[in-house]
């Protein structure tokens, strides 16, 4: 496995090891994190664990969008920028046009049954075919629009929608709204910009994106890069994600997705650009990686799927199992063209396979997370105040979080019990970690942990 450096984007662990990719291959510095002396100090014995004590597992699709099959309509537009390269020769005309709505069915109700959870990218101008808050030429506006509402009424809630920017080929002149002229590197927005961009410049472009979204009643919280997006403004991009996702839907925790880590590094979200912390205007940008590279059919929809590379048959190798071991965020990454296989269906099959394995060995130590979920609870996580007095351990969160669970050391001689917001709720006792779920708690030896909904604002656990 070929180790990545933490800055590098996906497609640049793409490119190197399967030449696949598009975009570039330079370190430049991340986004600026949040400093540990800008984050609340944890008391002696009181420590954050991951919601109900389980690895989050996370599946991440790229290239998805309604119909459109980018691995067929991408690779001549790519053939065009990047001529030298031989992935983009392959026989495109040959691979089916289509992704058709009775897969994206089949898929999805299949992973409602199994509890996964992730992201599903929608690219709003896939591919430069047609916009999808108005036409798709090639499909009538009633298949454009079942399409549409088989995402919202199917893949939601269990899936987060990001746009992967506008087109995943061709860079839009907001302006006109049509492809900037020059097709070349420059021109594609696997590699844009080659050049500094501002904050304001970058939060327009990817705020175009939200708003086609938006128009077709999808909601997001976040944004993927295609490629080697923002390679160069890393920092300024991080911006531009909480400028825009704010903007457009008012959200409150904005997130994105760029990064492979599939060395030694954390696979833990990372807080960017925070601000207002202790005020009523906090800002952040979360970071959320995905920790596996894409070994199932890829982006093309051409490869064949090694599954045991995520998971082997009893779960007993694999880079999925060597991060639940390590105790490290599980987010599995593949290309929506690589699940379809061009109408075979081989990388959706390679993927069932390694959700059933997971489970088998797995089940209880795990719990599967949209990016939403993870962004909301690391924020809180890593930015709720936390003191311990005598008896009891107040906490001041700047965010609520579901399943918030703490490791307390100590003696606790009666079950303990949360007060927020002028109520008071006992915790239940459980016999097992594997059980805790909100508000329960486990004894451990001369320790505790405890699982509740935490409230925005103030929360006492009291302890005796």
Same mark, same amino acid.
């Given at each position: 496995?070929?180790?990545?450096?933490?800055?590098? !984007?996906?497609?640049?662990?793409? $490119?190197?090891?399967?030449?696949?990719?598009?975009?570039?291959?330079?370190?430049?510095?991340?986004?600026?994190?949040?400093?540990?002396?800008?984050? +609340?100090?944890?008391?002696?014995?009181? /420590?954050?664990?991951?919601?109900?004590?389980?690895?989050?597992?996370?599946?991440?699709?790229?290239?998805?969008?309604?119909?459109?099959?980018?691995?067929?309509?991408?690779?001549?537009?790519?053939?065009?920028?990047?001529?030298?390269?031989? &992935?983009?020769?392959?026989?495109?005309?040959?691979?089916?046009?289509?992704?058709? @709505?009775?897969?994206?069915?089949?898929?999805?109700?299949?992973? #409602?049954?199994?509890?996964?959870?992730?992201?599903?990218?929608?690219?709003?101008?896939?591919?430069?075919?047609?916009?999808?808050?108005?036409?798709?030429?090639?499909?009538?506006?009633?298949?454009?629009?079942?399409?549409?509402?088989?995402?919202?009424?199917?893949?939601?809630? #269990?899936?987060?929608?990001?746009?992967?920017?506008?087109?995943?080929?061709?860079?839009?002149?907001?302006?006109?709204?049509? +492809?900037?002229?020059?097709? !070349?590197?420059?021109?594609?927005?696997?590699?844009?910009?080659?050049?500094?961009? !501002?904050? @304001?410049?970058?939060?327009?472009?990817?705020?175009?994106?939200?708003?086609?979204?938006?128009?077709?009643?999808?909601?997001?919280?976040?944004?993927?890069?295609?490629?080697?997006?923002?390679? &160069?403004? /890393?920092?300024?991009?991080?911006?531009?994600?909480?400028?825009?996702?704010?903007?457009?839907?008012?959200?409150?925790?904005?997130?994105?997705?760029?990064?492979?880590?599939?060395? @030694?590094?954390?696979?833990?979200?990372?807080?960017?650009?925070?601000?207002?912390?202790?005020?009523?205007?906090?800002?952040?940008?979360?970071?959320?990686?995905?920790?596996?590279?894409?070994?199932?059919?890829?982006?093309?929809?051409?490869?064949?799927?090694?599954? @045991?590379?995520?998971? #082997?048959?009893?779960?007993?190798?694999?880079?999925?199992?060597?991060?639940?071991?390590?105790?490290?965020?599980?987010?599995?990454?593949?290309?929506?063209?690589?699940?379809?296989?061009?109408?075979?269906?081989?990388?959706?099959?390679?993927?069932?396979?390694?959700? /059933?394995?997971?489970?088998?060995?797995?089940?209880?130590?795990?719990?599967?997370? $949209?990016?939403?979920?993870?962004?909301?609870?690391?924020?809180?996580?890593?930015?709720?105040?936390?003191?311990?007095?005598?008896?009891?351990?107040?906490?001041?969160?700047?965010?609520?979080?579901?399943?918030?669970?703490?490791?307390?050391?100590?003696?606790? $001689? #009666?079950?303990?019990?949360?007060?927020?917001?002028?109520?008071?709720?006992?915790?239940?006792? &459980?016999? $097992?970690?594997?059980?805790?779920?909100?508000?329960?708690?486990?004894?451990?030896?001369?320790?505790?942990?405890?699982?509740?909904?935490?409230?925005?604002?103030?929360?006492?656990?009291?302890?005796?």
């Amino acid at each position: 496995m070929h180790a990545l450096d933490s800055s590098f !984007s996906r497609r640049d662990f793409l $490119k190197a090891s399967s030449a696949a990719a598009v975009g570039l291959a330079a370190n430049w510095a991340a986004a600026p994190l949040a400093r540990a002396d800008e984050l +609340p100090q944890r008391p002696a014995g009181v /420590k954050v664990l991951f919601p109900r004590a389980r690895v989050p597992l996370s599946f991440i699709i790229d290239d998805s969008t309604c119909l459109v099959n980018m691995g067929h309509f991408c690779t001549p537009q790519f053939a065009t920028a990047w001529p030298q390269r031989e &992935v983009y020769k392959k026989p495109w005309k040959t691979w089916p046009r289509e992704i058709p @709505d009775s897969f994206v069915r089949t898929f999805g109700e299949w992973c #409602n049954e199994n509890g996964v959870k992730g992201k599903y990218s929608i690219v709003p101008n896939p591919a430069c075919v047609g916009w999808l808050d108005r036409e798709l030429p090639g499909w009538s506006r009633r298949e454009l629009q079942d399409s549409i509402k088989l995402v919202r009424d199917l893949m939601l809630p #269990n899936w987060d929608i990001h746009p992967e920017m506008i087109t995943h080929t061709r860079v839009i002149d907001l302006k006109t709204g049509r +492809p900037l002229e020059e097709i !070349s590197a420059a021109t594609m927005e696997n590699s844009y910009p080659r050049e500094k961009k !501002s904050v @304001d410049e970058l939060t327009a472009y990817l705020a175009y994106a939200l708003r086609i979204l938006k128009n077709c009643d999808l909601p997001c919280e976040g944004v993927t890069t295609p490629g080697g997006f923002g390679n &160069v403004v /890393k920092p300024e991009l991080a911006m531009a994600v909480q400028q825009s996702v704010r903007d457009v839907y008012r959200t409150e925790i904005p997130h994105y997705f760029k990064y492979v880590h599939t060395g @030694d590094e954390s696979t833990e979200p990372k807080i960017e650009q925070l601000s207002g912390l202790g005020t009523d205007n906090i800002n952040l940008t979360v970071n959320i990686p995905a920790g596996t590279g894409d070994w199932f059919g890829g982006w093309q929809g051409d490869r064949i799927s090694e599954p @045991d590379r995520y998971c #082997n048959a009893d779960a007993t190798s694999g880079r999925l199992v060597e991060l639940i071991q390590r105790g490290q965020p599980a987010v599995l990454l593949c290309h929506w063209p690589g699940m379809y296989s061009n109408g075979a269906s081989e990388g959706f099959h390679a993927f069932q396979r390694i959700v /059933k394995s997971l489970a088998s060995r797995f089940g209880e130590r795990t719990i599967w997370m $949209k990016l939403t979920e993870m962004a909301r609870y690391w924020a809180a996580k890593e930015l709720t105040g936390i003191k311990r007095e005598a008896g009891a351990i107040t906490l001041d969160a700047p965010f609520a979080a579901p399943a918030f669970t703490m490791h307390v050391s100590g003696d606790v $001689k #009666n079950a303990p019990s949360l007060d927020h917001d002028g109520k008071r709720q006992m915790l239940r006792q &459980v016999s $097992k970690s594997s059980e805790l779920k909100p508000g329960t708690w486990h004894q451990s030896k001369q320790s505790q942990v405890v699982c509740f909904d935490l409230g925005k604002g103030r929360s006492t656990i009291r302890l005796s």
